[in-house]
């Protein structure tokens, strides 16, 4: 008796992109939108859709072409007499991701960043979003500024991922992608302690900043078995704060070098250095966290932990579109380890 074969499956949109080796929503924007798209990019996945034969589902393009290809992200307010220039290159790194993906970033407003600000301001903005079915989905950052946004969009269901742990809810369920600060402490305090230090300062933040916490904690795994006393003080994320913190403590305590919980505070000590007439790296070294623009420009160069930004923009896409797609989304949180970026401050 012949046997009967049964045909071959059609080629799906998920068998497109793993042959272009893009995701499966560049694939839908190659079909729906190709002008979205890098040139080199669509090429490629229109070679692979020729190569498999694939035809799209006609129903489910139009059902997709309804969502308006916009990630919402909201800005906060400059940082006056700060180094921190993070977000921008955050910023940049997510824009590409996006695109890569088919979306576009939306920026909104912060609000005032006034003391008196309220949780009411801070949601604003998403709401207004989220009613008007501007975009498909939101990016929420400061999440260690105990962020209301996270809890206001999981009560109303809205599609989101953050940049940022949620460290007052660790049963929260929503997507996050985050920097192993406490990682990246112990990484220059290691430095530090290789090139022959041995009483290393830290300049960090108040209690209440977890992520001053957790970078804190790197810096005392790194100097677990040798003296800390007077070797710790929490100052506020400013360059005076860090350059009155850095003389004091070279007063008291006399330490061979700082590590500090930012740029910010780290190019305090430097201005305390220079006041005193003592050279970065050779007299005192100095290392701080961020890799902003100001580190690698200041004089000889400031020693600092880079954040793997790019990486994070593209985990943070990708936990979007799985999200978006209604597909399983099997890490609800990423941590990415930092690098150090080794300069003549250490």
């Known amino acids: 008796m012949a046997r009967h074969d049964a045909p071959p499956l059609p080629p799906t949109l998920a068998d497109v992109a793993e042959r272009a080796g893009v995701s499966r929503q560049t694939v839908s924007n190659a079909i729906n939108n190709p002008d979205l798209l890098r040139p080199e990019t669509l090429a490629r996945v229109q070679d692979a859709i020729h190569a498999?034969?694939?035809r799209p589902n006609r129903a489910a393009r139009h059902l997709r072409t309804r969502a308006s290809h916009l990630i919402g992200l909201r800005m906060s307010p400059?940082?006056?007499f700060t180094a921190n220039a993070a977000m921008d290159r955050f910023?940049?790194?997510l824009v590409e991701a996006s695109r890569e993906a088919g979306y576009h970033l939306l920026l909104f407003s912060g609000g005032p960043g006034k003391p008196e600000t309220t949780a009411a301001d801070l949601v604003r903005g998403y709401d207004d979003l989220l009613r008007s079915t501007a975009v498909d989905a939101f990016i929420v950052t400061d999440t260690y500024l105990g962020n209301p946004a996270t809890r206001w969009l999981s009560e109303r269901r809205a599609p989101f991922v953050a940049f940022g742990r949620p460290w007052e809810?660790?049963?929260a369920t929503h997507p996050w992608v985050d920097v192993d600060g406490a990682a990246g402490v112990a990484l220059g305090t290691q430095h530090l302690i290789d090139r022959g230090h041995e009483r290393i300062a830290w300049l960090g933040w108040p209690p209440e900043s977890f992520i001053g916490q957790d970078r804190r904690a790197g810096w005392e795994r790194a100097m677990a078995g040798r003296s800390t006393d007077g070797l710790a003080t929490a100052v506020a994320d400013t360059v005076d704060a860090g350059r009155a913190a850095s003389?004091?403590?070279?007063d008291s305590v006399a330490p061979s070098a700082f590590v500090?919980?930012?740029d910010t505070v780290a190019i305090g000590v430097l201005h305390t250095l220079a006041e005193r007439g003592l050279r970065p790296g050779s007299d005192v070294a100095v290392v701080g966290f961020d890799d902003s623009q100001v580190a690698q420009v200041v004089p000889h160069g400031?020693?600092?932990v880079r954040q793997p930004l790019e990486q994070v923009a593209v985990a943070?896409?990708?936990a979007l579109e799985a999200l978006l797609a209604s597909e399983p989304y099997d890490a609800p949180g990423v941590l990415l380890t930092p690098t150090l970026a080794v300069r003549g401050s250490s």
């Open 78 to 80: 400059a940082q006056e």
């Open 169 to 171: 809810d660790p049963q």
């Open 316 to 318: 943070l896409v990708r």
């Open 91 to 93: 910023v940049h790194a």
């Open 247 to 250: 003389a004091a403590m070279l």
């Open 302 to 304: 400031l020693t600092s």
């Open 52 to 54: 498999l034969g694939y």
């Open 260 to 262: 500090c919980a930012s």
